[in-house]
T-cell receptor
Framework: AQKITQTQPGMFVQEKEAVTLDCTYD???????LFWYKQPSSGEMIFLIY??????QNATEGRYSLNFQKARKSANLVISASQLGDSAMYFC????????????FGTGTKLQVIP | GAGVSQSPSNKVTEKGKDVELRCDPI?????LYWYRQSLGQGLEFLIY????????KSGLPSDRFSAERTGGSVSTLTIQRTQQEDSAVYLC???????????FGDGTRLSIL
């Protein structure tokens, strides 16, 4: 089974609108962390937001928020007030456990913001 | 510099040659990761270092691939007898501790002719 699943290969959003990028995960470890990264066409990977499995509140960082639904094993990224510069690939990733620190990435979602 | 530095940024070589890719992590970061990204694909985990130790080498695609890290700092990824399927962007990342958000380098674009 895939550990990280991103079911949307591509998404379009109108500038200034909000968009949700889906991510579901699979783990039996009670301790894990979820990350979102952005990769613009220039290629660099940029860390956006992190959610720990024991965190009580959903993570937020500026226009980014993580809709963490533990029972459903989903960690969707919400981008509010989309900007043209948000056009990029977005990757969801997970690390499992406390001592085993391998991080598994999803296949990504390509977001295009339309003026 | 303040970020993760990778060299070379581009490497073109002939099939069968050996190549060595270098990663200089952010100073003080104990965890270091190597990934491979083929065109339009996600990231494929290769290897993770905590300090100089690599507890997980399961991602290395074959025995032609090896990596080491010295002094808890610089890491090199070596590919011996390169094959065309090795063509990809090789990304290095580091984090303060394992499992924390990673800071990525700009990658090495490897092309095997």
């Amino acid at each position: 089974a895939q550990k990280i699943t991103q079911t949307q290969p591509g998404m379009f959003v109108q500038e200034k609108e909000a968009v949700t990028l889906d991510c579901t995960y699979d783990t039996s470890d009670p301790s894990y962390g979820l990350f979102w990264y952005k990769q613009p066409s220039s290629g660099e990977m940029i860390f956006l937001i992190y959610q720990g499995s024991y965190d009580q509140q959903n993570a937020t960082e500026g226009r980014y928020s993580l809709n963490f639904q533990k029972a459903r094993k989903s960690a969707n990224l919400v981008i509010s007030a989309s900007q043209l510069g948000d056009s990029a690939m977005y990757f969801c990733a997970m690390r499992e456990g406390r001592s085993y620190q391998k991080v598994t990435f999803g296949t990504g979602t390509k977001l295009q913001v339309i003026p | 510099g303040a970020g993760v530095s990778q060299s070379p940024s581009n490497k073109v070589t002939e099939k069968g040659k050996d190549v060595e890719l270098r990663c200089d992590p952010i100073s003080g970061h104990t965890a270091l990761y190597w990934y491979r990204q083929s065109l339009g694909q996600g990231l494929e985990f290769l290897i993770y270092f905590q300090g100089n130790s690599a507890p997980d080498k399961s991602g290395l695609p074959s025995d032609r691939f090896s990596a080491e890290r010295t002094g808890g700092s610089v890491s090199t990824l070596t590919i011996q007898r390169t094959q065309q399927e090795d063509s990809a962007v090789y990304l290095c990342a580091s984090s303060l501790q394992g499992g924390q958000p990673q800071h990525f380098g700009d990658g090495t674009r490897l092309s095997i002719l």
